[in-house]
């Protein structure tokens, strides 16, 4: 049977040109699901491309915030032992505070910020901890909870490596 003459038996036959339409609307369907998907498949890398470049935006910015002379002033003390005085503790609780909002908000890996900034962010906490700090400096501390929390975690992960 030739091509025409399956048209012409397909369209003389009103149930042939149903089935036959029917086939030819399945295939459109399935062409536009196949395109769908790709579509679908190239945002989704984009949009991982985009999650990877926010947070090593994220990642930057959180490491501008903690190389500040304050930053490494009292982390320095702290480690050291000493006594820390004349600093703002005030903007240093919140740069703190500000980088554990970045990565509350899931703008920087927590883990691989630590990794590089645990130690000072470690020691700042041990020494708050400690009888060290102030019953007032312990105080204000309370207004920074992602901060805190920062802090707790960069303990944590400092306790576990020295394990």
């Known amino acids: ?96 505070n500000l980088v554990g909002l970045l990565i509350e908000k899931d703008y920087t890996d927590e883990e691989l910020l630590l990794s590089i900034k645990g130690a000072g962010l470690a020691s700042i906490g041990i020494y708050l901890q400690g009888t060290q700090a102030s019953s007032e400096l312990k105080e204000t501390l309370t207004r920074y909870e992602k901060g805190v929390k920062l802090m707790k975690h960069a303990i944590e992960m400092t306790n576990a490596k020295s394990k």
């Open 1 to 96: 049977m030739t091509f025409e003459e399956l048209m012409k038996k397909t369209m003389s036959d009103p149930s042939l040109i149903w089935a036959a339409s029917s086939v030819g609307i399945q295939i459109l369907q399935t062409i536009f699901i196949v395109v769908s998907a790709v579509v679908v498949f190239i945002q989704i890398r984009q949009f991982q491309r985009e999650s990877i470049k926010n947070k090593i935006d994220g990642l930057r910015t959180a490491l501008d915030i903690l190389n500040s002379d304050v930053f490494h002033q009292v982390s320095r003390q702290s480690m050291e032992g000493k006594a820390i005085q004349g600093v703002s503790w005030r903007k240093l609780f919140e740069d703190i």
